[in-house]
């Protein structure tokens, strides 16, 4: 089997995520393992051919304390993840609608994609636009 990139985000209110995420984005949940009282041990939704994990936060373990919120510093990431959409006007309506806020607001790029910037209700910052990462001929015509 070829390697595969899964991009791992913790929340605070993680079943309230996993709701707003396949709400405004268009994810499925595949999996959702319960922890302890209203915790998310792991899940995992789908969306297309791509995929991400969610936690509940949980500074126990070597992999919990190695990873802090937007909200302990100071609303800062240092990752986000990339979403392609096929109409980011009505991805970015919906997610402001849902309490997104709104970063950077949809705009054309040079390469004649369109995007926006939104941080979800527990800060995580996510890039959303048309382009497609796997067509990178369109970068050049």
């Not at 605070?12 to 922890?35: K, M, S, Y």
């Not at 190695?66 to 979403?83: H, N």
């Amino acid at each position: 089997m070829p390697s595969i990139v899964v991009p791992c985000l913790r929340y605070r209110d993680t079943p309230a995520a996993i709701n707003w995420l396949c709400e405004v984005f268009g994810f499925e949940c595949q999996l959702a393992i319960p922890g302890t009282g209203d915790a998310v041990a792991h899940a995992q939704l789908t969306l297309g051919e791509g995929m991400i994990m969610l936690g509940s936060v949980n500074d126990e373990g070597e992999y919990g304390r190695l990873l802090a919120q937007p909200d302990e510093i100071g609303g800062r990431e240092t990752q986000t993840v990339y979403l392609q959409v096929d109409d980011a006007d009505r991805v970015c309506e919906r997610a402001r609608n849902a309490g997104a806020t709104i970063l950077q607001e949809p705009a054309d790029t040079e390469f004649g994609t369109r995007g926006f910037l939104c941080r979800d209700p527990e800060g995580h910052v996510w890039n959303i636009g048309t382009y497609n990462p796997w067509d990178t001929d369109a970068l050049f015509k």
